[in-house]
């Protein structure tokens, strides 16, 4: 008991029932201190942005690269490709199911907040699209000059990096997500505001359903194999991602369910597997391209035109393949990017952060299950043009 109490999104949920009975009852005097609160919380989360930018993104290129291998390659291809299609999916989905939603009217009639009584501005080190891009470059440059120094130097600070967001940014959520709550609600826009969420959530969890659908059709056609000899076997790691909402932890679990499958290469399973656990987040994607809409909606009353979502989804992806080792990784790590690209202020970045681990559960689920049609697509390559995986599996693994 004490260890699920202890878990992030359980203490997100508390934190989001903590901060909506607050923001009912107090007065304005106590909501001065709460938004200032909240204010404070979100410029330490936002600071740490471009630093697991650059804490993730270059040492997983580096890391990718001193292995490069075609076999390597092309899964990268893949994983990339199927998140993209799945962001692009939910994007879709959510232009064409959110505007149906009654929305509209949950962001009107709310009282305005009163002016905090404190503030504190913490700049971050450089705009996010500047960490982007030297994540991208040095990571680049480190795999073509083959700086082994630079490579474990980058290793080290992405150790250094996720201290900070285990230590410092996780124990502040759920005080950032708590005084967000607490302000929403005392606007009296959480009532009408939550219900819509809830049906969100159902929503999402259809469109995972319906991309992994979507993976194992493109994998059937493209390899012949029986898709149902994958599927049956699935179902132990698909529970075990739903109650652990960790891919780390549903991985022995996964090896198993596919190397029970007769119809994929177990040579390529022991390669692909670990590997894909990593760099293959399409539900959390769609969680997050689709969330991004509703809040979008809900808190600033119009979608984000489709120009800056065609921008978004690519880049958003890319964190998907990069994603820290910490609860909601791929989020975390996007921030920067809805804060810049889409122009989210700190209020709407505690919705998505507090609706995002609610729904996690399904997203880790989806992530591990859309495994499976990888796993069909690369025995049929790896057979069809005589790869051995031997040198991938000792230098990787």
């Known amino acids: ?50 630093l697991i930018i650059l804490g993730s993104v270059a040492p997983s290129i580096a890391r990718m690269g001193k292995h490069a291998s075609r076999l390597l390659g092309l899964s990268l291809i893949l994983a990339y490709t199927s998140v993209v299609g799945a962001g692009f999916l939910s994007m879709f989905a959510g232009r064409a199911i959110i505007p149906h939603l009654s929305i509209a009217d949950a962001a009107a009639g709310a009282n305005a907040l009163p002016p ?49 967001v285990r230590k410092v940014v996780i124990p502040i959520l759920p005080i950032f997500i708590c005084a967000t709550f607490a302000t929403l609600a005392y606007q009296g826009r959480i009532t009408v505001q939550l219900p819509v969420f809830l049906q969100v959530i159902g929503i999402i969890f259809a469109v995972h359903v319906l991309w992994i659908a979507v993976l194992y059709i493109v994998a059937t056609l493209y390899s012949g194999r029986n898709p149902i000899e ?31 499958a007769k119809n994929l290469d177990q040579n390529v399973v022991s390669f692909g597997i670990p590997l894909f656990a990593h760099i293959h987040m399409p539900g959390s994607i769609i969680s997050i391209v689709f969330l991004a809409t509703t809040v979008s909606q809900v808190l600033y009353g119009a979608l984000p035109d489709l120009g800056t ?10 964190f998907a393949v990069a994603a820290p080792g ?42 591990i299950t859309s495994d499976g049609p990888m796993m069909m697509t ?20």
Not at 136 to 160: D, M, R
């Open 230 to 260: 994958v599927i049956r076997h699935y179902g132990p790691a698909w529970l075990t991602a739903f109650g652990t909402m960790s891919s780390a932890a549903t991985l022995p679990v996964a090896l198993r369910a596919a190397s029970n």
């Open 309 to 318: 979502m065609l921008l978004f989804v690519p880049l958003v992806a890319i």
């Open 1 to 50: 008991m004490a260890r699920f109490l202890k878990s992030l999104p359980v203490r997100l949920l508390i934190a989001l029932a903590i901060g909506i009975a607050l923001g009912s009852y107090v007065n304005e005097t106590v909501i001065t201190v709460i938004d200032s609160i909240r204010h404070i919380s979100g410029q330490i989360v936002f600071f740490a942005v471009p």
């Open 378 to 397: 690369l025995s049929k390559y790896t057979e069809s043009h005589g790869l051995t995986l031997e040198e991938e599996q000792k230098t990787v693994f």
């Open 116 to 164: 905090m009584v404190f503030t504190l501005n913490i700049p971050q080190i450089m705009p996010v699209m500047s960490a982007l891009a030297l994540a991208l470059l040095v990571g680049l440059a480190v795999v073509w000059t083959k700086s082994n120094t630079f490579a474990t130097l980058l290793e080290e600070f992405q150790q250094i990096v996720l201290a900070i």
């Open 326 to 367: 910490v609860p909601g990784g791929t989020l975390m790590a996007s921030l920067g990017l809805i804060t810049a690209v889409l122009g989210f202020d700190e209020i709407g970045i505690g919705l998505m952060l507090a609706i995002f681990a609610l729904q996690d559960s399904f997203g880790t689920a989806c992530n």
